[in-house]
Structures are given as C-alpha cells and as structure tokens.
C-alpha cells in the first residue's frame, strides 16, 4: 500500500517561516521524481516545486522561486520543501505527489498525499 505523508504545516506569520516533509512508504522512493503542490481557495491545484530522482534538474513555481527549496532524502524516503519569506498568498493546502519527469518537465503521478494546510496571517 502506498503512504505519502506530509507534516509540517501550520500558521506562520508573513515573513516566516515552515518546512513541510512528505515520508513514503511503499514505493521505491528513489526512483521516483517527486513534486509538491498546492491548493488555495477557489483555485486550481498548481506545481509548486519538483525533483528528480537523479540530478538537479530541480523546478519551481515562478511565485515561489528564491523563498522555497525542495529536497529530499533517499535514505529516508522522505522530500522536504522549505519555505521561507512566506506570503498570504501561500497560503494553501500543500500535497506530495511521486511521478516522473517528461521532456516537459515534472509530469506528475497517481500517487498522493492526504494534504497539509500552510496558513500566512498576522
């Protein structure tokens, strides 16, 4: 059974500060590229950040580039996002997902996690 279970989320202030993880269980962690996205309000599910299985052909969101790093830990089976300088409008419920790179770029993949809400407010 696959298990992707993210952590981390919460109430930060603008201008703070969160790093959520997502621990897989039940793939092959390393052979899957991974991305985290998230969900506001009204909105559509969107990419925030993507990583490969191999290499550094690391992508991000234009909003978010320069405040949030992804990475992960092979041995852990575990991926990281770190967000910093975070904004009100980061505010969304964030999802791992385990997929794989095209020529395009991150494609996504059957497999997600249940969600975690990252809210930035004063």
């Known amino acids: 059974q696959v298990q992707l279970v993210e952590s981390g989320g919460g109430l930060v202030q603008p201008g703070g500060s969160l790093r959520l993880s997502c621990a897989a269980s039940?793939?092959?962690?390393?052979?899957?590229?991974m991305g985290w996205y998230r969900q506001a309000p009204g909105k559509q599910r969107e990419l925030v950040a993507a990583?490969?299985?191999?290499?550094?052909?690391?992508q991000y969101a234009d909003s978010v580039k320069g405040r949030f790093t992804i990475s992960r830990d092979n041995a852990k089976n575990t991926v990281y996002l770190q967000m910093n300088s975070l904004e009100a409008e980061d505010t969304a419920v964030y999802y791992c997902n385990a997929g794989q790179y095209y020529s395009t770029g991150y494609g996504g993949g059957d497999y997600w996690g249940q969600g975690t809400q990252v809210t930035v407010s004063s």
């Open positions: 990583i490969p299985s191999l290499g550094d052909n690391i």
């Open positions: 039940g793939i092959i962690f390393s052979i899957y590229a």
